[in-house]
């Protein structure tokens, strides 16, 4: 079940936008002037499908639609009547042989306790604040110790309030219809906000975390689970190897020497591609030595050898696929440095200049990337390792802290990232270098001229 077409009508009480996805790719690009609602749109098609209704209360709109592959459109209606806010969810079912409709159904409500209303102007204040300062201020903590403590007391508060004033209105939740609760199963959406080089943390804990320290751990971790999974292959195989073996010899075979020594070759280089990627794997068995004529007995027993080993390595292969990618797009970018990945620290990076005392290039952390490699790496990790066939990503300017070098690659890159995880992608954007030559991607949003 697949999203073809989004359509919105009187965004902000003005706009109407109809955006049609790009059939034949699988990259949408939304472009337009500021204030016409691109990132909105983003927002609202994560807000829909992941039944965050509180969204829609604050947004000033009539009607979203969206229609899907499977000929069905959803209907997303807003309705403000004496001071109560109801969203209005239906259905359009259009057959090959008539068009059925479902009665609107009611989706959440919004009833305002005008005592409230101060507390919630405040807190939408607060939250643009909030971000401001998120995205303004990446490294607060160690410049601005004043605005740090600042920004963990709006963050207590925020939570205080939204205790005490019951996020500052009474709400009146409907249980959605099956079919809307059935379908969102089906259409798995993944935004991927302007800013994403910092993440913060709960209350309590330090207030920033580098979002490339947390990729860093996350692949780390990835990679553990890959090594654990082969080897628990590697223990069912080898607890049944004698009985296997025993088989095997007692099978005849038209396997040539040269078949073989092919075979092992093949092995052999999958082995240094893999290990190449920074996986775990033993190569202690790598160069293996021909087999000659007259060692008719070592076929069968090399034949099991080379059927296990594979088996063995079936664990690494998508993950070395992925780490592969990953890799050559971010080293295409970094001029000076170079990132490498370790079983044991995840992703490392080192200078292509400067040495350390042995000699060797020096290793530096990941807070001493440009603020454009950061956005980079961590765009190009969420795509690769945190999406799966069939998922839709929303991906927000971009563009941001990029040099338009960088730009111009972005989409070819991003080609190759939809052809092997099968995932479909809308960008909003304000940068022509992005579009590149890709103008057939592109859906312009108009304003009232």
Not at 229 to 254: C, G, H, M, W
Request: glycine share 4%.
């Amino acid at each position: 079940m697949k999203i073809t077409r989004i359509s919105v009508e009187k965004l902000f009480g003005v706009f109407d936008h109809n955006i049609e996805l790009t059939k034949n790719n699988s990259i949408t690009i939304i472009i337009g002037e500021n204030g016409l609602g691109k990132t909105v749109i983003l927002e609202s098609i994560n807000a829909f499908f992941g039944k965050n209704f509180k969204f829609f209360f604050e947004l000033k709109f009539q009607q979203f639609s969206f229609h899907f592959d499977t000929k069905e459109t959803w209907h997303l209606t807003k309705e403000i009547k004496e001071g109560t806010i109801t969203l209005f969810i239906s259905r359009d079912d259009h057959g090959a042989k008539s068009t059925s409709k479902t009665k609107p159904v009611k989706l959440a409500q919004e009833i305002t306790n005008p005592r409230n209303l101060h507390y919630r102007e405040m807190h939408i204040r607060d939250r643009d604040l909030l971000e401001r300062m998120e995205y303004e201020n990446i490294r607060a903590h160690e410049l601005h110790e004043q605005q740090m403590e600042r920004l963990l007391w709006m963050q207590q508060r925020r939570i205080h309030e939204r205790y005490r004033y019951g996020e500052f209105y009474d709400q009146k939740d409907i249980t959605p219809p099956k079919w809307y609760l059935d379908g969102i199963q089906k259409v798995n959406i993944r935004l991927i906000e302007t800013q994403r080089i910092i993440t913060v943390k709960e209350i309590g804990g330090d207030a920033y975390v580098n979002t490339v320290s947390n990729c860093s751990n996350e692949l780390k971790n990835i990679i553990t689970r890959a090594v654990q999974e082969a080897a628990d292959v590697t223990s069912s195989l080898d607890s049944s190897y004698p009985n296997r073996l025993i088989k095997k010899f007692k099978q005849s075979t038209q396997e040539t020497f040269d078949q073989l020594n092919d075979e092992l070759l093949k092995l052999d280089n999958r082995r240094k591609l893999l290990s190449s990627a920074g996986l775990v794997i033993d190569n202690q068995d790598s160069d293996l030595a021909k087999i000659n004529e007259g060692q008719e007995g070592l076929i069968a027993l090399l034949k099991l050898y080379i059927e296990d080993s594979y088996k063995k390595l079936d664990p690494y292969e998508e993950l070395s696929k992925k780490i592969q990618l990953f890799r050559g797009i971010v080293n295409k970018r970094f001029k000076h440095k170079t990132l490498e990945v370790n079983k044991d620290t995840g992703l490392t990076f080192r200078s292509k200049i400067t040495k350390d005392e042995l000699g060797k290039f020096a290793e530096f952390p990941s807070s001493k990337l440009s603020s454009g490699e950061q956005h980079e790496l961590v765009l190009f990790y969420k795509l690769i390792f945190n999406s799966k066939a069939g998922d839709m990503i929303l991906i927000d300017e971009p563009e941001l802290s990029l040099h338009i070098s960088w730009q111009n690659k972005f989409i070819r890159d991003l080609k190759e990232v939809t052809s092997m995880n099968d995932v479909s992608i809308i960008i909003a954007t304000h940068s022509p270098d992005i579009i590149d030559d890709n103008w057939d991607l592109r859906v312009e949003l108009v304003g009232v001229e």
